[in-house]
């Protein structure tokens, strides 16, 4: 249905070849298996793009600390001048019979505690970056998690940012501090941070990018994929063969030929 989305002018042959490559890449056909898991060769080659077509192109990466990296590479080279808002992190408060003390988690500890779809203590910016809303603000509106804005404006209180995605495409709209706690953060305490809840999405997580159509994907693999068809997920973003490009390294920091497809054909066998 993707590639059905896809430019007529492209070629039905290869876009066939391209379907069914895909194809054989969620059912963990490609490649020498070994046990669960068969490799997938590929090309190393990654381009980050800075162009105004950039709401259509995504990098992809399978962890957040991978993601981080490249936004904070990408936001040093887009022009202009960046803004820091920092965030106010507190303890919400537990029941008397919990074995917590209070006082043992300062604020610097707080500050350093990153967790899915929660904004980080520090959230640099510039006017024109695009960024990703973290929380549902107002469903009629498209102000949705995954969201995706491009910044106008960078006030004290308040962030300018204009709707790209969703029916309300060019809509302008303010964003606002909320207090967010995370629902599970695998800490033994809950804790609430006040912040703007955007990340700078120049690159996303896999997981984040389901159900969107990209027409250029380029995936930085400085990790392998560690979950059941999260590869696919990725692959399967693009409208086109020509659309994608994939760099892997080790863990040394050179380039790869393969990468590790986590397939479990064992969840195949009751379809």
């Known amino acids: 249905m993707r590639l059905l989305m896809s430019s007529s002018d492209q070629d039905e042959g290869e876009m066939k070849r391209f379907a069914n490559w895909i194809l054989d890449v969620g059912n963990g056909n490609i490649g020498s298996v070994v046990g669960d898991k068969s490799e997938v060769k590929i090309s190393d080659d990654l381009l980050i793009t800075t162009t105004d077509d950039h709401l259509s192109r995504a990098i992809l990466a399978p962890t957040l600390e991978s993601v981080e990296k490249v936004n904070d590479f990408v936001l040093t080279i887009f022009p202009g001048m960046e803004k820091e808002y920092l965030s106010s992190d507190t303890t919400c408060q537990v029941d008397e019979?919990?074995?917590?003390?209070?006082?043992w988690f300062t604020p610097e500890f707080l500050n350093d505690i990153k967790c899915s779809g929660?904004?980080?203590?520090?959230?640099?910016?510039?006017s024109g970056v695009a960024v990703m809303l973290l929380r549902n603000i107002?469903?009629?509106s498209d102000l949705c998690n995954g969201t995706r804005?491009?910044?106008?404006?960078?006030?004290?209180n308040v962030i300018g940012v204009t709707v790209v995605t969703g029916r309300n495409i060019e809509n302008k709209v303010y964003i606002l501090r909320m207090n967010l706690i995370p629902s599970d953060s695998g800490l033994p305490f809950k804790f609430q941070r006040r912040q703007f809840s955007l990340t700078v999405c120049f690159a996303m997580t896999i997981n984040m990018s389901r159900g969107q159509s990209l027409s250029h994907v380029r995936l930085c693999l400085s990790k392998s994929v560690f979950t059941h068809g999260q590869l696919?997920?990725?692959?399967?973003r693009v409208k086109s063969h020509s659309g994608l490009r994939i760099l892997i390294i080790d863990e040394d920091g050179n380039p790869k030929s393969s990468t590790t497809n986590v397939v479990f054909k064992e969840v195949f066998n009751n379809i």
């Open 97 to 103: 019979n919990e074995d917590v003390q209070r006082e």
């Open 118 to 126: 929660l904004p980080n203590h520090k959230l640099t910016l510039k």
């Open 138 to 140: 107002d469903r009629t």
């Open 149 to 156: 804005l491009i910044v106008n404006e960078l006030g004290s």
């Open 232 to 236: 696919y997920v990725a692959l399967s």
